[in-house]
């Protein structure tokens, strides 16, 4: 049944809003789209409802459910960071991870157990500790800069014929969370690379068998992607746990691969403790600066995080940063063959400002530097904006309460569809009469995002990201990508230290040519993130460019 008071779709007797999420799927790749079309229909605050029924035992198995949907930024703000104790994490969300991660960071609900995970991991995410982890980062960047570099002198001058880059990001993201989380690249760009040069006869996108553990990783990612359809949602860990045979497998050799370095790493503090203790503040990889902060913690009376949460947490990093950021570069690099003014601006700032880049690998301070590269800070902004690469963030309230004067009871899922916010609010409210509408407008003081233009929010622009005098503006526009409060994206530092690397150093090597429409498409399918269905790129590179024709340089 619907919530009284809150708008919502015109229902089908019995499925209510299924038939809706159901065409969704079908026509745009995403079920979500039809929460973004409820609420663009009815406002900051609509509903869809999930039938059939609203027994307290289909209810209990997921089915039955009025989702309310919150569609105003400054809401969504204030619900997010000022009423963290009304709105937890929502079941939804937990059940889909708790089989594989029972005790990882975004099944917990706010408790304690989690502020002590959280408190135990921060440091992870400190400028100190990330400037440690970007030497690996940037090595592996290198190699699928070298792996493009060999693929694209193998491009005939025929533009129709492009580089498959959906696998190559996607195994370059994995191999830089497997270094960073447990100190080891699974190595599938480098693999990749080895084939090619190994094979000159193979095409521009042939590539060679993705080692194991990649792939083993890619398979614990395909269950939980499997889940999010299932009809009961309660269900699915003790179903995945007992009787999947693929995730069985996956989760054992990931365990088993993680285990190994651990005691590895442990017996190495003790051999070296004998000979007077191995120097701290060494650590590259979030599995060491773990036990670099157990020994260090030693006999102090601190809690230590027991192995089963070491490897949840660690397996949640591998699972949580890899498919957001391959998702958000595979887009990156459709938007900048799209872009070409995008490419050159960037370009230049590349050279005038991180000339570095030609000698040696970029540190952590020159990357990170947002005043030093307002365009390379405004093009990673304007990709995750436009990515949409987590398109929601959901809670359950906790308690009865209200939202923009409408009651919401306990155990209400709040669905906040951050990736359209990004891109359709300002549109989507502007001229609306209708009394949630007013309010949230007048809450927002009636501000219009800076100088977004109507009609202009849904094209790639990072110049709206920067301010008159060229400087970076983090207050452009709604920002929501990573979430907001307590529950925002853990690792949000880490990632945006990848995509600037990742953004520097392809943009520093290559132009990435325009692509017919064909292999560029803007379709997407939502897995645990929103995908593009292509990924082609035909990259050149940038001392070719003033050669003549690029179809003559690339093969040259
Ligand atoms: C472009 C890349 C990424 C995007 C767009 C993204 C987005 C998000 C979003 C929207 C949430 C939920 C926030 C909420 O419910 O309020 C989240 C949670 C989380 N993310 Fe990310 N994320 C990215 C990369 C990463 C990386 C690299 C890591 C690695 C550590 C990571 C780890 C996490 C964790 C552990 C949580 C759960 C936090 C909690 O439950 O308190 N994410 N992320």
Known sequence: KPLPSIPHNKLTWFLGDIPLLTRMLKERGANTYAF???????????????????????????????????????EIQDVLVNRAHEFDRSKSISFLFSGTIPEGMVVLPTNDKLKHHKRYLQMTMTAPYLARMTPGLVELMQELVDLWTVAAKRLPGSPDVAIDAMDDIRLASIDVIAAIAFGGSFKSVKTSLDFLEATPAAGPSARPEVPKLASD???????ITEGIMFPAPSLLPFLTRNFNKKWRRAIDSIHGNMRTRLNATRTEYAEAAKDGGKALSEADNVLDMILERE????????????????????????????ETTATTMQWAVKFLAKHPAVQHKLHAELLDNLPSLAVSAPSYAELSN?????????????????????PAVA???????????????????????VGMIQQVESDAFRGRTDEAARSATS???????????????????????????????????????????????????????????FLAMVQFNFFFAALPEEINTWKSVETVTNHPVQCFIRPILWENMQKGSWASTVRG
Not at 55 to 60: E, F, L, P, V, Y
Not at 217 to 223: A, E, G, K, S, W
Request: net charge negative.
């Open 36 to 74: 973004e079309e409820t609420a663009i229909r009815h406002g900051p605050v609509s509903q869809v409802v999930v039938g059939p029924g609203a027994g307290w035992a289909s209810r209990w198995l997921g089915f039955g459910q009025a989702i309310v949907v919150l569609s105003d930024s400054q």
């Open 395 to 417: 809670r359950d309230a906790k308690v009865d309460t209200v939202i923009l004067g409408h009651p919401i009871p306990k155990g209400t899922q709040v669905l906040m569809p």
């Open 370 to 390: 947002e005043t030093n590269l307002p365009y390379l800070t405004a093009v990673v902004y304007e990709v995750l904006r436009c990515a949409r690469a987590a």
């Open 217 to 223: 990783l890619q398979d614990l990612l395909d269950v």
């Open 295 to 322: 020994r260090e913690d030693m006999g102090k009376g601190v809690q230590a995080l027991t192995e089963s949460e070491i490897l949840d947490e660690l397996t949640l990093f591998a699972l949580g940063g890899s």
């Open 443 to 501: 809450k927002r003081g009636g501000r219009r995002w800076g100088h977004w233009e109507e009609g202009d929010v849904l094209k790639f622009n990072p110049e709206r990201w920067l301010r008159a005098d060229g400087s970076f503006d983090v207050n452009a526009g709604p920002w929501l990508a990573f979430g907001y409060g307590f529950r925002a994206c853990f690792g949000q530092k880490l990632a945006l230290l990848e995509l600037r690397a």
